[in-house]
């Protein structure tokens, strides 16, 4: 079974421009966490998804970050415009209400604003 | 504020020995326990979930749980330099789950 697809996987960009990622999540899966990782900040959670609703989005920087999933099975992380203190690891990852809790993660975004 | 806490290392352990990772959280209603594994460069991977208090095994790996004392620790025996890799630890609170900053783990061989 395919994973959790995340793309790009890596993208430079200028500051000010605008950035999207994407994540496709697990076939079957309801819930979807969109993560940014850095080595100062750890594991940061960014906004959570729960058929295709958005329940919690408080981990969201502030208001240049925006996220969609206008499907069960897509999702993208905005950002505009980048800064360079947005450079970072973006995870996406998904799982299924009640298994649980295990969580699978995509490959990541590397994202570096100059 | 929910916390789980664990020690960033790195913790040094000679190829063929046990490997002890430790984690303590903060919030006695956690239900659910997870150790992930990380490599340089790659994403969080999942080797061990465990949901009750005890052992836990699976393969080299053993994950222990002590919900009184709000501590789960994984065990690797027989450690080998692929095990090198940053370990976190994660519980769940509510929908999701709160993350360790993670140990990093190097086998010497």
């Known amino acids: 079974d395919a994973g959790v697809i995340q793309s790009p996987r890596h993208e430079v960009t200028e500051m000010g421009q605008e950035v999207t990622l994407r994540c496709k999540p697990i076939?079957?899966?309801?819930?979807l966490f969109w993560y940014r990782q850095t080595m100062m900040r750890g594991l940061e959670l960014l906004i959570y998804f729960n058929n295709n609703v958005p329940i919690d989005d408080s981990g969201m920087p502030e208001d240049r970050f925006s996220a969609k999933m206008p499907n069960a099975s897509f999702s993208t992380l905005k950002i505009q415009p980048s800064e360079p203190r947005d450079s970072a690891v973006y995870f996406c990852?998904?799982?299924?209400?009640?298994?649980?809790?295990?969580?699978?993660f995509g490959e990541g975004s590397w994202l570096t604003v100059v | 504020q929910k916390e789980v806490e664990q020690n960033s290392g790195p913790l040094s352990v000679p190829e063929g020995a046990i490997a002890s990772l430790n984690c303590t959280y903060s919030d006695r209603g956690s239900q659910s326990f997870f150790w992930y594994r990380q490599y340089s460069g790659k994403s969080p991977e999942l080797i061990m979930s465990i949901y009750s208090n005890g052992d836990k095994e699976d393969g080299r790996f053993t994950a222990q749980l002590n919900k009184a004392s709000q501590y789960v620790s994984l065990l690797i025996r027989d450690s080998q330099p692929s095990d090198s890799a940053t370990y976190l630890c994660a519980v769940n609170w509510e929908y999701q789950l709160i993350w360790g900053a993670g140990t990093k783990l190097i086998i010497k061989p």
């Open positions: 990852a998904s799982t299924k209400t009640d298994s649980g809790n295990t969580i699978y």
């Open positions: 076939s079957g899966h309801n819930s």
